[in-house]
């Protein structure tokens, strides 16, 4: 059974696609998690938002959520910055993503 979106409860969820190779999914995991890390010490007034991770058996999915109470703003701000910079990203826009070298695992 193959794990769907609807399976990991969380607003920001990467789907990593299947058949990777061990270092190119360590690769796009460590730079997931360095954008949302940078993202939340961004926008976060104090610096730090500590998320979980959830994946489930059969799933190309990783999803993280906060682990402690977050303003609800500072969590959608995080967010919709991490999506529209993966958007960016998606399109060939690099300059306008937002994104740093550690944000790309560098």
Known sequence: M????ADIP???????GRNLPPEK???TVRAFFGYVREVS?????DGAVEWTVEVK???ALIGVTPVDYVP???VNAVYERVATGIEHVRNGDIE???LTEPAFGI
């Open 2 to 5: 193959t794990a769907t979106p």
């Open 25 to 27: 999914c360590v690769a």
């Open 96 to 98: 306008h993503s937002g």
């Open 72 to 74: 609800p703003e500072v």
């Open 41 to 45: 010490e961004t926008l976060a007034k």
């Open 10 to 16: 969380s607003d920001l969820t990467l789907e990593i």
């Open 57 to 59: 058996a059969g799933s």
